[in-house]
């Protein structure tokens, strides 16, 4: 079974800092996808970035970007230039989008907090 | 752009009442998903549906069922509701068989309160 693991229940950073987000991941699946979504306060889940698993080149938003270690089983993502509007519940996610069966698999998240 | 609708955005029931939550997807999507999430939890995968038919099922109680109509919106109906059941309930919803199949868009979401 597919499992999604994040090491830092909680974080907090100064406003403007680069912050790293950790996830690790489980599966014995090649082709798969991974998600980082925010959740901020209003509790409305918005996704912030998307890596597909053949793709060897980190995904990249803006300020979001992630690094991607398929061998390691990795996904960490980073926010630099940190804004007070990223303080935010983040969960990593998973998905094998095979037939019909592929459900997100959400990790316990990581509760971010930017500091003024 | 349209996005997944949800209603109620909140709901107020006690013990053993039932409720009804509705899920409009995006549309042209044709698979939705329900997901419970506790107060400080991760969320909970409760049951998906693809094309009107269940596809996988979670963590969901008897106690709860759910369909997809044949216009894709989804309900999932809560019976003899306990406090546990207190939380927020998400929907999302995906097209199958294109890269947005590996995307899902989440609703606001419906909170669930049993008193």
């Known amino acids: 079974a597919q499992t999604v693991t994040q090491s830092q229940p909680e974080m907090s950073v100064q406003e403007a800092e680069t912050v790293t987000l950790s996830c690790t991941y489980d599966?014995?699946?090649?082709?798969?996808?991974l998600f980082w979504y925010k959740q901020p306060p209003s509790r409305q889940m918005i996704l912030v970035i998307r890596?597909?698993?053949?793709?060897?080149q980190n995904a990249t938003e803006n300020r979001f970007s992630v690094n991607f270690q398929k061998a390691a089983k990795s996904f960490s993502l980073k926010i630099s230039d940190s804004q007070l509007g990223d303080t935010a519940m983040y969960f990593c996610?998973?998905?094998?989008?095979?037939?019909?069966?592929?459900?997100?698999?959400f990790g316990k998240g990581t509760r971010l907090h930017i500091l003024p | 752009a349209a996005g997944v609708i949800q209603s109620p955005r909140h709901l107020i029931k006690e013990k053993r009442e039932t409720a009804t939550l509705k899920c409009y997807p995006i549309?042209?999507?044709?698979?939705v998903y329900w997901y419970q999430q506790g107060p400080g939890q991760d969320p909970q995968f409760l049951i998906s549906?693809?094309?009107?038919?269940?596809?996988d099922k979670g963590s969901i109680p008897d106690r709860f069922s759910a369909q997809q109509f044949s216009d894709y919106h989804s309900e999932l109906n809560m019976s003899s509701l306990e406090l546990g059941d207190s939380a927020l309930y998400f929907c999302?919803?995906?097209?199958?068989?294109?890269?947005?199949?590996?995307?899902?868009?989440f609703g606001q979401g419906t909170r669930l309160t049993v008193v």
């Open positions: 549309p042209r999507h044709d698979t």
């Open positions: 996610a998973f998905i094998h989008p095979v037939n019909r069966d592929d459900k997100i698999i």
């Open positions: 549906f693809y094309e009107k038919m269940q596809s």
């Open positions: 890596q597909e698993a053949y793709k060897q």
């Open positions: 599966t014995s699946e090649n082709n798969y996808y």
């Open positions: 999302a919803s995906s097209l199958k068989g294109t890269v947005l199949n590996t995307e899902a868009f």
